[in-house]
Structures are given as structure tokens and as C-alpha cells.
């Protein structure tokens, strides 16, 4: 399948800079999958669209401040964004500009509290660092650190806390599982006085998110993995729910291909932690979800071939041109859509 099938035209006036004022007055865009047909709503409407014994699947990754401006020996700056924990305080990071962290290369940060060095650089160009401090690493991270946002966020992010969604507890993704960013406390509760089912599954957000489709034909291309957890009580609660007729939600793409990774060939899922690089894109037979709670995604990508997959890519690729047309705000600090 060509990639360019899942192209789009977007103003860049509808890239939302800034998160709303009130996460759970986003704008939702209902899809109908059998159908094709949509509907505009709220996304504090969430609660009536749903059906008691119905499942919503909710990613509680939180993000770190993985983002740190350093210097060398020489005085240069240096950018580091954390990626991926290996263990022993080394780190698999960007780094930019790259010829300024070749291997043997000492970094500091701060006022030389926290300082690094480069162990070794890996496939596709990242590096490997070695971190050196006094006390808790994320204590030291949460001083120096900025919240890691995507490349086509300019504004600043006054509050940090908008970039986390409010039941976030696990701390390691390198960017947010947007999709559960609408989610306010208050409106969890609704949904769960309504006898809607909330699981919690744990997948670590890479910025593998953002990389681009570069091949042609889309089977070609290698999706980044990603570290998950599902429980053994979350995957035995989703699965009394598919018994008894519910449908299950999955809020964002990541807990799609959390879920989709491990389940079987019935639909139910088992417990596990582990990688996944699972790529979903239009042909694929999903096994357990019913339904999903999304962003607008950008063109090309991977994650707008996943989103193909559950809806049928027409009617995806009308739904975007349609929310072009309503001027909705795009990417992680824009509005939603329910697949249902």
C-alpha cells in the first residue's frame, strides 16, 4: 500500500500550540465504523456515547522531563533528550548536534550537578550515555529537565502538568499518550458511576512516535518498539468484560497496540511486559478492541495508518477533511475522535 494514501492537506493555523483551558471541553469527532456516518460532540459527552459494561483501556505512562541542555569541555551547547532506560544509569538518547557527542565525549548540566558521558553511539545514530549525580536521578531530572514536547509545538508549555494526563503514574515516556489528555478526574468518575470498566495498561512512549514513513510502500517500513506492561488482573478484567458483551475502548493508539500485541486469535489478551513493534496499518484483523479514543494524527504516519486500519482509510481520510473544514485543532494538544 502506498504511503501517500494517507496524505492530507492541513492549514498550519490548526496545529494547536497550547493546550485548551479545560481539558474535557476538546472537540470530539464521532466516527460510526459500520457506517462511515459522523457526528460533532464534546468530549465531556464521552460518558453518554458509551454503554455500561462497556471497557475504556487507558495508558498510564507519565512523561519524563527528558529534555536537557548541556555543554561540553569546550563550551559548546549540547541538547539531550532521554529515551530509553538500559539500566546502570545509562541512557539511550538524541542528542544534538551529533558531531559534538562522539564517543568518550563528557557533558555537564545544570551547574555540573548532573553530567554524562558517551559510551557508545547505536543503530540510527543515538547515543548511549553514562549519567553521573549526587542523590535521586529524578530529582535531579525534575530541577534540570523540560517536558520533551513535539517538534511542531513552538509555544512554551507554562505548566508542565498539561502535558501529563491526570491519572499518569509510571514514570518513563519520552512524549505523551495524548489521547487520554481530555481525561479530567472528575469525568473518570462519571464514566465509572455509569458502570463503565477503567483499566489501566502501561506503555512507554518513544519518540519512535514521531518518525516518519520514508519507504514508499508502507509493508516496508521498521516501527520502533516500545516497552508495555499489562497485568495479569487488568488483562482478566478486560477479558470478563469481551464475555459479557462489553466493548472495549482503547484510549490512544498505544493501548491499541498494547492490547492487539497480546491477544489471541479469540480476542482475549494475557499478561505481560515486554516490547512490542507492532504495526497496524489498513488489512489488519483486529482481535480485541471494538472501538478507540484518538487524536488527529499527522500525514503519513503510522499512527494515521493505524487508525485506517480500525475505520476503513476513505472514511478516515473524509473524517480528517471534514475536521479541516470545521477548523478542529490537530496533534497532541487538539481535539479527539471516538471510532466506535
Known sequence: MRRDLFNYDLPAELVAQTPIDRREQSRLLCIDKATGKTSHRRFVDLPELLRPGDCLVLNDSRVLPARLFGFTKNGGSV???????????????????????????????????????????????????????????????????????????????????????????????????????????????????????????????????????????????????????????TASRINRVKANGGRVVAVGTTSCRTLESRADESGSVSGFSGFTDIFIYPGYKFKCIDGMITNFHLPESTLIMLVSALAGREQIMSAYEEAVRERYRFYSFGDAMLIL
Open 79 to 233: 541538547e539531550v533528550v532521554l529515551l530509553r532506560d538500559t539500566g546502570g544509569d545509562i541512557w539511550e538518547c538524541l542528542t544534538r548536534p551529533g558531531k559534538k557527542t562522539k564517543t568518550g565525549t563528557v557533558l555537564g548540566f545544570g551547574c555540573g550537578e548532573l553530567s554524562a558521558v558517551v559510551t557508545d553511539e547505536v543503530e540510527g545514530g543515538n547515543r548511549l550515555l553514562k549519567f553521573s549525580y549526587d542523590g535521586l536521578f529524578l530529582e535531579t531530572l525534575d530541577r534540570l529537565g523540560k517536558m520533551p514536547l513535539p517538534p511542531y509545538i513552538r509555544e512554551e508549555l507554562k505548566d508542565g502538568e498539561r502535558y501529563q494526563t491526570v491519572y499518569s503514574r509510571v514514570i518513563g515516556s519520552a512524549a505523551a499518550p495524548t489521547a487520554g489528555l481530555h481525561f479530567t478526574s472528575e469525568l473518570l468518575d462519571v464514566i465509572s458511576a455509569r458502570g463503565i470498566e477503567l483499566c489501566y495498561l502501561t506503555l512507554h512512549v518513544g519518540l519512535g512516535t514521531f518518525r516518519p514513513v520514508k519507504v514508499e510502500t508502507i509493508e516496508e517500513h521498521k516501527m520502533h518498539a516500545e516497552y508495555y506492561i499489562l497485568t495479569d488482573e
